[in-house]
């Protein structure tokens, strides 16, 4: 089985040694994303719909850098530190992934990496295994 690694290049990988997705076959999944953006600053700290769709945005680019799309994932996992806002990340989430429908959790955490990101969301997608990366 073939294993591709994707970076999305933040010194936070190497240093703590993760990568932002790995492919395995026809199985992609992508590590925890906040709505962080290429210079470590954090999107819209104080909106949770904003960093949900950001966050997507980012997930979403590491699919296609492993062949795969939104439409390929079957699982998402949220984790929130405030669920009183579960009406807007969930409604991010929907806006998203409307007609995929992935399998999914939103739970609820004391705090992520930085007090200012409300969300993180996990992904994992399944695509057909003749589409590799090679």
Sequence with gaps: MERTTISSGTEWESHVG???????????????TTATDENGDVVAPA????????????????????????????????YVTDIEEWE??????????????????????????DSAHCVEIEAVAIVDGHAEQT
């Design 18 to 32: 993760y990568s932002r997705a790995i492919r395995a076959g026809s199985h992609i999944h992508v590590s925890g």
């Design 47 to 78: 909106d949770p719909y904003a960093q949900t769709t950001y966050a997507l945005e980012l997930i979403s680019s590491a699919l296609e850098e492993a062949n795969a799309s939104l439409e390929d994932v079957v699982r998402t996992r949220l």
């Design 88 to 113: 807007e990340i969930g409604q991010a989430h929907g806006d998203v992934f409307e007609t995929i429908r992935p399998a999914t959790s939103m739970v609820e955490v004391q705090r992520l990496i």
